[in-house]
């Protein structure tokens, strides 16, 4: 049974950081794209950054651009999402993303596919 489990949240003021880790179990994701996505309260789930199973190879939306930093660690079957200069609007459940299909990245547009697995999430809070 694939699980994707994530990790690091919490509550941090305007201007921290923070750093999420999603780990994977039941199968290996080094040839597979991996994402990170958020949604905030009464809103819809949102992209934030995505990896190719190539690490130097990354995407990232505007809003999170030149803030966070996705990166993996295949060894540990483990992405990760560096985030800094934290703000209030950054709030929301952060969810791990993964790639059922090796091989392929369309950098947000890899998630929009069935064959995708999810995390349950973690909860990011930045007080202003």
């Known amino acids: 049974q694939v699980q994707l489990v994530e990790s690091g949240g919490g509550l941090v003021q305007a201007g921290g950081s923070l750093r999420l880790s999603c780990a994977a179990s039941?199968?290996?994701?080094?040839?597979?794209?991996m994402g990170w996505f958020r949604q905030a309260p009464g809103k819809g789930r949102e992209f934030v950054a995505a990896?190719?199973?190539?690490?130097?190879?990354?995407y990232y939306a505007d809003s999170v651009k030149g803030r966070f930093t996705i990166s993996r660690d295949n060894a540990k079957n483990t992405v990760y999402l560096q985030m800094n200069s934290l703000k209030p609007e950054d709030t929301a459940v952060y969810y791990c993303?993964?790639?059922?299909?090796?091989?392929?990245?369309?950098?947000?547009?890899?998630?929009?596919?069935?064959?995708?697995?999810w995390g349950q999430g973690t909860q990011v809070t930045v007080s202003s």
């Open positions: 039941g199968r290996t994701f080094s040839n597979n794209a």
């Open positions: 993303a993964a790639d059922g299909v090796p091989w392929r990245f369309n950098g947000p547009h890899t998630f929009r596919s069935e064959n995708v697995y």
């Open positions: 990896i190719s199973w190539n690490p130097s190879t990354t």
